[in-house]
């Protein structure tokens, strides 16, 4: 069994900050790309942020320069520094990994955390 569970959601003021937290645990031999999506009312989920294994990281067009993801590989755990927050940026937040859970295992499987709310507004 594999769970991620986010935490780090709230109400912020626009141009406020918050970071997010997700952290995996359960049977886990290997964690490859770690991402953050988000999904607003009536909206499809978009991608946020990605991060690789090594680091190597992306992100949305709107988020740049604002947002920052980073991992902890040996806590199994990704991060999302969200500065400068807009009402836009109000949506739920989902942390997704692609996951080994064991040695043998030919090809890692994506897995979602439950979603953590943040809202942005005045």
């Known amino acids: 069994q594999v769970q991620l569970v986010e935490s780090g959601g709230g109400l912020v003021q626009p141009g406020g900050s918050l970071r997010l937290s997700c952290a995996a645990s359960?049977?886990?031999?290997?964690?490859?790309?770690m991402g953050w999506y988000r999904q607003a009312p009536g909206k499809q989920r978009e991608l946020v942020a990605g991060i690789s294994r090594g680091g190597i990281t992306n992100y949305a067009d709107s988020v740049k320069g604002r947002f920052t993801i980073s991992r902890d590989n040996a806590n199994k755990t990704t991060y999302l520094q969200m500065n400068s927050l807009k009402p836009e940026d109000t949506a739920i937040y989902y942390c997704?990994?692609?996951?080994?859970?064991?040695?043998?295992?030919?090809?890692?499987?994506?897995?979602w955390g439950q979603g953590t709310q943040v809202t942005v507004s005045s």
């Open positions: 359960g049977s886990i031999f290997r964690i490859n790309d």
């Open positions: 997704k990994a692609a996951i080994k859970r064991s040695v043998y295992d030919s090809y890692a499987s994506d897995y």
